[in-house]
């Protein structure tokens, strides 16, 4: 597609549900990133895909957060049992993963509310 | 580990203006990437100027540029002939040469109005 593509674009769920955020990246970008961003503050990263491995997954901050990655495609963010600090906007980037300083492509993140 | 230090919450300038925003990092690193993103309301984040520490020229990017100071580990943005659509967050952001991609770490973000 033209960009980096989010959904659902906002998510609203109760305390203790599990959720599923994805995302589309860029054709033909082999790096994919997830950052949270609660209000006020920075982004977070959370974790790194080259392909479909994650060779970073540091930032993921519990077992309750998983993701996966579809070959070189989706992406998806799993937070299970979900908690009311977990409330914040998710994003999601995609570069071509050759260098380091190359610019990331960003979609238009998932606000996630916990009720 | 790395901090990126953001110290103006909110700036405001008057359309047609000029206006600076700082960051300031901290880091043991000898090479990195610095970079500046600015986030209007739309959430997506995009990308405005970036720098390598090994450059002592400061980038620039039409009405946007830089000021690097590699020893005082500073780097703000001076925004030029500001447009109503330069509006939005911006964020600095700092990249390791060492460890994982993934990991560009963030300042908190400087809110910039422009007057009309």
């Known amino acids: 597609g033209a960009g980096v593509s989010q959904s659902p674009s906002n998510k609203v769920t109760e305390k203790g549900k599990d959720v599923e955020l994805r995302c589309d990246p860029i054709s033909g970008h082999t790096a994919l990133y997830w950052y949270r961003q609660r209000l006020g503050q920075g982004l977070e990263f959370l974790i790194y895909f080259q392909g479909n491995s994650a060779p970073d997954k540091s930032g993921l901050p519990s077992d309750r957060f998983s993701a996966e990655r579809t070959g070189e495609s989706v992406s998806t963010l799993t937070i299970q049992r979900t908690q009311q600090e977990d409330s914040a906007v998710y994003l999601c980037?995609?570069?071509?993963?050759?260098?380091?300083?190359?610019?990331?492509?960003f979609g238009s993140g998932t606000q996630l509310s916990v009720l | 580990a790395q901090t990126v230090t953001q110290s103006q919450p909110e700036m405001s300038v008057q359309e047609a203006e000029t206006v600076t925003l700082s960051c300031t990092y901290d880091t043991s690193e000898s090479d990195y990437y610095l970079f500046w993103y600015k986030q209007p309301p739309s959430r997506q984040m995009i990308l405005v100027i970036r720098?390598?520490?090994?450059?002592?020229q400061n980038a620039t990017e039409n009405r946007f540029s830089v000021n690097f100071q590699k020893a005082a580990k500073s780097f703000s943005l001076k925004i030029s002939d500001s447009q109503l659509g330069d509006a939005a967050m911006y964020f600095c952001a700092y990249r390791s040469r060492e460890g994982s991609q993934g990991n560009l770490i963030f300042g908190k973000g400087t809110k910039l109005s422009v007057k009309p």
């Open positions: 720098q390598e520490a090994y450059k002592q």
């Open positions: 980037a995609s570069s071509f993963g050759r260098q380091l300083n190359e610019k990331l492509f």
